[in-house]
């Protein structure tokens, strides 16, 4: 790679200066856009004449929510060549998404949002059906809509940026009330995409494919602006279509040549899922030397199965590349060795406390706990690790996680608290990790702060514990959200823990109700509604969560939730109408949700049903009534029955 320029707009110029090279737009199997840098850059300015022309100048934020990677990729670089400052914010499909659109909206200083016009109209809808119309106006006044966008043959002005203008915002994932936008300045993303590439030793051969969202950091700073910046062709697929058909992922990656992909845990499990019950048949990944694993905690079982599954296809047993990072870096922080086995250490659960030595565990122990060696800090980013009071400790002693370098952040958009709770002696980050160093490599442990990660994104406990505070029969401080890792999840399991001293069957409905509440709002799987007579605190009146996952783990709930097992019977229904609508809808819900019966009048939310579940569904009622359903239409209509109805109705002009 050549040296990097000071910017973005000048590491596009340099790509397109070096040769010709591309980003190619998958949605679909035989679906794609191959588009150069050269037509890439041309394309942005003609986009960016149409935001100069609706008054949008230098410095302006501009929102970016549409599902289309094609549209995105477009409208950033408009934004990048024209000195307006993108902040990326993924779609989604829940109440919650929407919501917290309308947060990020009016925390910024100028903001416009760039949408296309079924979403501009789903806000509207949103509006209507919460109370929130005068907010929702607000934004539709300042909204530019992809789809009025058709001309962009006129190229608008090119501002001459510099190093430390802010060249984008990256808000927190998941779910939030109070939204964190980490802001990035050109001079942070430059040195970090320089350490990266220098890192995982780019070549000019290198081909990517990813199917991770745009809105994320390792989808697009990892595996777009990095591979601009190394000048490699790169394939960036519809993370829909991921979900929707999993295996084309690697049908992808061994049809293009790729070296390069990525995936967090919940990307490795979905695929294995369809992989173990389908296979797949003449493909060769021979030539992928690197598969980046990383944006939540990483399970070393799921990664071993991934890549024993795909040897017999050529996947070389050592690509396996597990980093660790976080938007604050710009993306990364540590790297392991390219090409080096995957290495792990098993550490006993209940030895991993603060300012202590890590206590080592036998593989048969039941509270060990594996964790995955993330390699050193890479180029231009320090870490250290210290104790509570901030004192640095030593190799093998667990401690918070805190990095400086010029990749790191200087703050949060807009952020009014003390420096103090960001930031320790002045400039180093705290990242909120906790970890240690276990010969020279870097080990994470967990969170110090209560965040639950799940498919990739973070979410806060008390946003979904006020959730469950707005059913009956519940208030706030009766009900704690946490999560919990475990090798065979891959990723984290949502527990709510409710406070109740009542008998096991009223429980089970309010378990029920609560089940579909939280999922109806967020999208969010709850793996374990739990009663609990009590809830830890500590002697100012914090929750403990993690005395409550630890009683979990160590079983202390298992009889209760044996019982509540017992209880969740399969009700009576009327017989499904033979060839309707309700029998082709019960059958794509039972091939997918395996582990019971779906009846017609089961609501969805409340027997757990995933987000990822949620998209196989639509993909395959799609399948046979395309462009009838739209996936939010299920939170509308969380039944067979009702769906089937709202399905008919529409077909039959109803609706």
Not at 338 to 365: F, I, K, N, Q, Y
Request: hydrophobic content about 40%; charged content about 25%; overall charge negative.
């Amino acid at each position: 790679m050549s040296p990097a320029k000071d910017t973005l707009g000048g590491l596009l110029s340099a790509a397109i200066a070096r040769g010709p090279r591309s980003v190619t737009f998958i949605e679909g199997a035989q679906e794609e856009v191959r588009v150069s840098y050269d037509d890439l850059r041309a394309r942005a300015l003609g986009v960016l004449r149409h935001f100069q022309a609706a008054g949008l100048e230098p410095g302006d934020e501009l929102i970016l929510f549409t599902n289309s990677n094609e549209q995105f990729v477009d409208a950033f670089w408009a934004c990048i060549l024209g000195g307006i400052v993108p902040v990326p914010v993924a779609v989604g499909i829940s109440d919650d998404h929407r919501a917290k659109l309308l947060r990020i909206f009016a925390s910024l200083r100028n903001p416009w949002l760039y949408t296309e016009r079924n979403l501009a109209r789903r806000l509207e809808r949103f509006g209507e059906g919460h109370d929130r119309l005068a907010e929702i106006a607000r934004l539709l006044e300042r909204t530019l809509v992809v789809d009025d966008i058709e001309d962009i043959g006129t190229p608008g002005r090119v501002h001459a940026a510099a190093p430390d203008d802010v060249a984008f915002i990256q808000f927190s994932s998941g779910s939030t009330s109070e939204p964190k936008g980490v802001v990035l300045t050109h001079r942070n993303v430059i040195t970090n995409i320089r350490a990266i590439c220098e890192g995982y030793g780019s070549r000019d051969d290198d081909v990517a494919v990813s199917w991770m969202p745009l809105t994320h950091d390792m989808g697009l700073i990892g595996f777009h602006l990095c591979m601009i910046a190394a000048n490699n062709d790169h394939h960036v697929m519809a993370t829909s279509l991921f979900v929707r058909r999993p295996l084309l992922w690697m049908q992808k990656a061994a049809e293009k040549g790729a070296t390069l992909t990525c995936s967090p845990n919940f990307g490795y499990k979905h695929f294995l899922k369809v992989f173990e019950s389908k296979g797949l048949d003449g493909i060769d990944l021979g030539r992928v030397r690197l598969v980046f694993n990383g944006a939540e905690p990483i399970s070393a079982a799921l990664a071993r199965q991934f890549l024993e599954a795909l040897a017999p296809h050529g996947l070389d047993p050592d690509c396996m590349f597990p980093v660790y990072g976080l938007a604050e870096a710009s993306l990364g922080v540590t790297f392991p060795e390219p090409g080096a086995p995957l290495r792990t250490v098993m550490a006993h659960r209940h030895g991993l406390a603060v300012g202590e030595p890590w206590s080592p565990a036998e593989g048969d122990d039941q509270d060990a706990v594996e964790f995955v060696l993330l390699g050193t800090p890479i180029r231009d980013c320090q870490v250290r690790l210290c104790d509570d009071q901030d004192h640095v400790l030593e190799e093998g002693r667990v401690g918070h996680v805190q990095i400086r370098g010029g990749n790191v952040t200087r703050g949060y958009y807009g952020y009014r608290g003390r420096s103090r709770d960001v930031f320790a002696d002045l400039d180093w980050l705290r990242t909120g990790d906790l970890g240690f160093f276990h010969e020279g490599q870097l080990v994470i442990t967990g969170r110090s702060k209560d965040i639950i990660f799940v498919n990739g994104q973070n979410y806060y406990p008390h946003d979904i514990e006020a959730l469950a505070g707005e059913l009956d029969g519940l208030e706030l401080g009766k009900v704690v959200a946490a999560g919990v890792t475990s090798p065979e999840a891959g990723t984290d399991e949502l527990l709510l823990f409710v406070l109740d001293r009542g008998d096991v069957a009223t429980f089970a409905d309010l378990a029920r109700r609560l089940r579909a509440h939280v999922g109806e709002t967020t999208g969010l799987e709850v793996g374990q509604v739990i009663p609990v007579t009590r809830i830890p605190k500590t002697t100012s009146g914090k929750v403990q969560r993690h005395k409550l996952t630890e009683a979990y783990l160590d079983g202390e709930y298992a009889p209760v939730l044996a019982e509540l097992a017992a209880l969740e019977t399969v009700t009576e229904e009327d017989p499904v109408p033979a060839g309707g609508m309700e029998q082709a809808l019960a059958q794509i819900c039972n091939s997918i949700v395996v582990d019971r019966p779906v009846g017609l009048d089961d609501n969805l939310f409340e027997i757990g049903i995933s987000s990822l579940a949620l998209a196989q569904i639509h993909a395959r009622v799609d399948e046979l009534y395309p462009g009838e359903m739209d996936i939010a239409d299920v939170f509308e209509y969380p039944t067979i029955r009702e769906l089937a109805a709202f399905l008919e109705a529409r077909r039959a002009g109803g609706a």
